[in-house]
């Protein structure tokens, strides 16, 4: 039931947001490749765009309710009522397929295996490490206060946040188990029209192949946001495509491509970096400035409000990427060395499976497919921005579902070589039941892996679940460093609560908690401080307790009359509660 009553939710949702872009989408025209079920799957990416976009202009005017997320649902809904016929007219009459090659049911067996973990992955608790620091955080203040507002006790108080709105909504609605399914959505989303493009610009092998590395490589567990904007960039260029295929209609397909760039850049300043190329790709075709202007207001539509509040507020529109050009506001230099030195920490390759991108140039289908040398292009740009920034495989994220539809084709082109090769050195009589006997081995021994590691990844994700609170506590304790304190403080304390090395669990804990290695609240200002100079600082400014991770309270105890200013309150799984003893003091008469 746990299970059916998410998925009920994320079926409502789904439908809504297909009824309010399938209504945009029928007004731009058809594209001139038509393919009904990539349609349906840009429809719901358009309807999300959509949806993000009416919240935030609530959210901005501080009237974002729960009677508006209603409201938008029904409006939705409505709207696909509407549609549903006209819709399943266009189903019974798409082109049917031929009859599947046992190497296509093979692909579509392997995509279904390696779907499973991932239907299973949003159900668990919230428990990762950036959803607890301040992806929920964030949608929760929002979903209380209806409105966007700067939290500086959180890390990113600044960052764009379309994506998130989400999460708020989902709060507002459910509980933090329903923005897990926002997310995987986008996952699954994007899965799908990587799928059809390799249907409609190559064959379904490479399809396949394609969805079936990004199916393994996105993320599907937590209320993150890398997987959302891979969507969006990826609807993006698929709206391009269309445009450079539908002259009719194309101008309306720059603006529909321009407004999902411009959700992605709302939800996260990687998808900065993707559009320069975008920029000079539409600049090659298209120069009339009715037409720039008209590309350049549906994107600045979803991302604007954060950019323009940050350059406002604070100097620096990228706040606090860009504090050493625009200048430093809740961030100090040591913070700003800090933060990109943890992302050189995490540098490292991208996974093997994309590699095989470099063979694309010597496939059959170089020649003949525009779209895919522009997906080369892609690649080849994507790897190289990243490679001079920041080297952090998660960062590559935004572009991962093109990189493996086109290594899907560099795959297939490299087992093709293989295959003529081996046409070459043995006799022909011979070659085409080797060929066929070695390949079935190999497709059941990738299947017999493939089905080993999703049931190996279900099980580690069947075992997040908790459908009751006692079952819920336990896998937080587990999963979540210092979660028992700090639920305990969050029920117990009546002021401020500053944490140490405790982060991760922000999200269990009083709302709000101080505290942070990095910003205006971080431990270098305070700990630092001998005990009671420690102690009367957060006593003047309303803390009244603190909370530390264990391996961290020794090096606090053992500095000589900090017990004489802190009484430890509580000790559960590795961390302490601390009571500010010059909390009650200050406030005596």
Not at 39 to 47: D, K, N
Not at 92 to 108: D, F, N, T, Y
Not at 382 to 403: D, E, Q
Not at 429 to 451: K, M, P, S
Request: a positive charge.
């Amino acid at each position: 039931m746990f299970a059916a009553a998410h998925y009920a939710a994320l079926a409502v949702f789904v439908v809504s947001c297909w009824g309010i872009g399938r209504m945009l989408l029928t007004r731009i025209g058809v594209p001139m490749r038509r393919d009904v079920w990539l349609e349906t799957a840009m429809a719901i990416a358009t309807g999300i765009g959509l949806v993000i976009c009416v919240f935030q202009a609530f959210a901005i005017a501080g009237r974002f309710a729960v009677v508006v997320v209603w409201a938008v649902f029904a409006i939705g809904i409505a709207a696909a009522l509407l549609q549903a016929p006209a819709w399943l007219r266009e189903v019974r009459m798409r082109e049917v397929p031929a009859a599947l090659s046992w190497l296509e049911k093979l692909g579509m067996v392997v995509l279904a295996v390696l779907a499973v973990p991932t239907l299973v992955a949003p159900m668990g608790p919230p428990v990762a490490f950036d959803e607890l620091m301040y992806h929920l955080p964030y949608a929760r203040e929002v979903a209380l206060t209806g409105s966007l507002g700067i939290y500086d006790w959180l890390r990113y108080p600044w960052f764009p946040y379309n994506y998130n709105l989400l999460y708020a909504a989902a709060l507002m609605v459910g509980d933090d188990v329903l923005p897990h399914f926002a997310n995987a959505l986008a996952g699954w989303l994007s899965v799908w029209i990587v799928y059809r493009l390799g249907v409609v610009h190559v064959n379904r092998v490479v399809a396949c192949i394609g969805a079936a590395i990004w199916l393994g490589l996105g993320d599907y567990s937590g209320a993150l946001i890398d997987t959302s904007v891979a969507l969006f960039v990826l609807a993006a260029c698929t709206a391009l495509r269309w445009w450079r295929e539908s002259p009719r209609t194309g101008v309306r397909w720059l603006a529909l491509a321009a407004f999902f760039l411009g959700v992605a850049v709302g939800s996260k300043y990687q998808a900065l970096t993707v559009t320069p190329l975008v920029a000079v790709f539409v600049l090659l075709h298209e120069r009339r400035p009715r037409v720039l202007g008209v590309a350049l207001a549906c994107f600045l539509v979803p991302c604007v409000y954060w950019y323009a509040r940050n350059a406002i507020m604070t100097g620096d529109p990228f706040n606090p990427i860009g504090a050493r050009v625009f200048g430093f506001t809740n961030w100090n230099m040591q913070d700003y060395r800090m933060q990109f030195q943890d992302v050189q920490d995490h540098a490292g390759l991208p996974n093997p499976l994309i590699w095989a991108v470099l063979a694309v140039p010597f496939s059959a289908y170089w020649k003949r497919s525009s779209a895919l040398r522009a997906a080369f292009v892609f690649c080849v740009y994507s790897l190289f921005v990243w490679s001079l920034t920041s080297r952090y495989p998660r960062y590559l994220t935004a572009s991962l579902p093109i990189l493996a539809l086109t290594a899907a084709v560099g795959w297939q082109t490299i087992f093709g070589a293989i295959a003529l090769r081996l046409r070459r050195a043995m006799p022909e009589r011979d070659l085409i039941g080797a060929l066929d006997r070695a390949g079935r081995w190999l497709g059941v021994a990738l299947l017999v892996v493939v089905a080993t590691f999703s049931v190996h990844q279900a099980r580690r994700k069947v075992a997040l679940f908790a459908t009751t609170p006692v079952e819920r506590e336990a896998v937080l304790r587990k999963r979540v460093p210092g979660y028992a304190v700090m639920d305990y403080l969050r029920q117990h304390a009546t002021g401020r609560v500053y944490q140490i090395a405790l982060i991760e669990a922000t999200y269990y804990g009083p709302n709000p908690v101080w505290g942070d290695a990095l910003g205006p609240w971080r431990y270098s200002d305070f700990i630092v401080l001998p005990p009671l100079e420690f102690a009367r600082k957060l006593a003047g400014l309303g803390f009244e307790a603190i909370a530390v991770d264990v391996a961290n309270a020794p090096l606090l105890e053992a500095q000589p009359g900090f017990l004489d200013q802190f009484a430890l309150m509580y000790e559960k799984d590795g961390a302490k509660a601390y009571r500010n003893l010059q909390y009650k003091n200050d406030r005596k008469p």
